[in-house]
């Protein structure tokens, strides 16, 4: 199947396709006679790269192939990449496709959207939260001094390839990370897609395709829907971050070892759900159906005091780093979140992070 993206820069087509790859040469024939630059990871190039070759038999590829996790989402990663590219000859009509992760996605993107002021590139998504997140909506970038995402631009792709069937190679801890940001979209817009969720979890946690791919258009037809709207970010898209102000705080404990993004971000919608019913906003009904969910995905943890501390200070970095007022989206009915500018009480997050919220 196929989906347009229209954003206020660029429109493109994302294709869904089960065994896209070994049909890959297809998608990319424009680029049959430029210089085609393929960044991945370890884990993900010891399972797909031969397959990649031979079907890019007749085209003109290297690989660069990096360690996987969010550490090589960085500046010294992308000066090898500059270097490669430069004493390559890469020019103005060469090709970067970034084939991976979202960490794949983000640092390719970054480095494409610079290198001689942005040469195309094109995406092939392989974990389930960049199939159905990161690698729509354009943002690319590396984290600096240990923050994250600090350095980027906005850079759409030129199309972004989506094969359903890697997903079969990806392990349980990811699945589950990407269903955190599908999760999401339902919270944030779309109350059937939340219910069909809680109806049908256990079947989508045991990965049928067939489900996945209706899944995976369904989120990227909401992302397609906000960013067309606000793709700068401006107001409509910050919806997008529900879970992700708490989610950041948690996400940055134990130096980003502890938990995967999407782990973190269903954490972070747990406890601004909590925070939310605890304003008024909304039931305490709606919250428990919230929380049942996202149950299915990650079982509560127990912070503790400690660890409580250390996601506020996280939190008021972030701001003091980036120099904004700390925005939280909040649920305020089902399928509707609003953005909240004014701060949230010290106190009241705690609470939020507490086990028995
Ligand atoms: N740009 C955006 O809009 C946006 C949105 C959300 C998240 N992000 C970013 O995305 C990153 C997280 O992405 P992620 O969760 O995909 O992490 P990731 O790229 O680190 O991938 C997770 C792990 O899965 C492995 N892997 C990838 N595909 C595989 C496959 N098919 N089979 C087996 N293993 C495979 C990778 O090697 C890695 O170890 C974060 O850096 C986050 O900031 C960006
Ligand atoms: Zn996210």
């Known amino acids: ?63 660069h192939i990096i360690s996987p996790g969010e550490k090589s989402k960085s500046l010294n990663t992308s000066k090898d990449i500059y270097d490669k590219l430069l004493y390559g000859k890469y020019n103005r009509r060469s090709l970067i496709i970034s084939l991976g992760g979202g960490v794949i996605g983000d640092l390719a993107g970054f480095v494409a959207s610079t ?117 700068y970010e401006n107001d409509i898209r910050k919806i997008l971050n529900f879970g992700h102000t708490i989610g950041h705080g948690i996400e940055s404990l134990n130096d980003f070892q502890r938990f995967t993004h999407g782990e973190a971000i269903a954490l972070g919608m747990i406890s601004e759900a909590y925070i939310s019913r605890e304003l008024g906003y909304i039931s305490s009904d709606y919250y428990c159906e919230i929380k049942y969910l996202l149950n299915k995905i990650i079982s509560d943890v127990k912070f503790t005091r400690e660890e409580k501390q250390e996601i506020i200070k996280n939190l008021e970095n972030d701001k003091k780093n980036t120099n904004k007022d700390i925005v939280f989206i909040l649920p305020i009915n089902r399928g509707e979140v609003r953005i909240f500018y004014k701060g949230i009480d010290r106190s009241l997050i705690i609470k939020s992070l507490g086990a028995d919220r």
């Open 1 to 63: 199947m196929k989906l347009n993206i229209r954003t206020k820069s660029e429109n493109y087509v994302v294709y869904i396709k089960r065994d896209l790859l070994n049909d890959l040469s297809n998608y990319i024939k424009e680029y049959k006679k430029e210089k085609i630059l393929i960044i991945t990871d370890e884990n993900v190039a010891n399972i797909y790269i031969n397959e990649i070759k031979k079907t890019l038999k007749d085209f003109k590829i290297d690989f």
């Open 115 to 231: 290198y001689m002021r942005g040469i195309d590139f094109i995406q092939i998504p392989t974990t389930l939260l960049s199939q159905v997140d990161s690698s729509v909506g354009g943002k690319v970038g590396i984290n600096y001094n240990n923050i994250k995402n600090i350095i980027g631009s906005f850079y759409q792709p030129k199309k972004v390839l989506i094969d359903p069937e890697t997903l079969k190679t990806l392990d349980l801890k990811n699945l589950k990370s990407g269903l955190s940001e599908v999760i999401k979209y339902g919270i944030i817009r779309d109350y059937d897609f939340f219910k069909m969720l809680k109806m049908e979890i256990d079947i989508i946690k045991s990965l049928n395709i067939d489900k996945m791919e209706n899944i995976i258009k369904k989120s990227l037809e909401i992302k397609e829907e906000i960013v067309y709207l606000d793709t």
